[in-house]
Nanobody, 120 residues
């Protein structure tokens, strides 16, 4: 059974940091790219960042470049999203997703999501 389990969300003040984790199981991790997308109420899904497990190449949305860093621990089948300098507009449910590459959308598999709330 494919599982993507997110953790690490929470409430933080603007300017603060959070680290999200995505633990993957049930598929060959090295064959997939893992991405983070977010959805805020009333807004469309936005692909935030993605990393290819095979070669480590990464993608960042312009809205998070320079603030967010994605990394992968292939030994643990886990992908992390370090989020620094958070802004209120980063508030959303964050989902991790697996797909065969980092071309949006990433929708082969996805998790239940974790809430990130940034207060001003």
């Amino acid at each position: 059974e494919v599982q993507l389990v997110e953790s690490g969300g929470g409430l933080v003040q603007a300017g603060g940091s959070l680290r999200l984790s995505c633990a993957a199981s049930g598929f060959t991790f090295d064959d997939y790219a893992i991405g983070w997308f977010r959805q805020a109420p009333g807004k469309e899904r936005e692909g935030v960042s993605c990393i290819s497990s095979s070669d480590g190449s990464t993608y960042y949305a312009d809205s998070v470049k320079g603030r967010f860093t994605i990394s992968s621990d292939n030994a643990k089948n886990t992908v992390y999203l370090q989020m620094n300098s958070l802004k209120p507009e980063d508030t959303a449910v964050y989902y991790c997703a697996a797909d065969l590459g980092c071309s949006w959308p990433w929708d082969d598999y996805w998790g239940q999501g974790t809430q990130v709330t940034v207060s001003s």
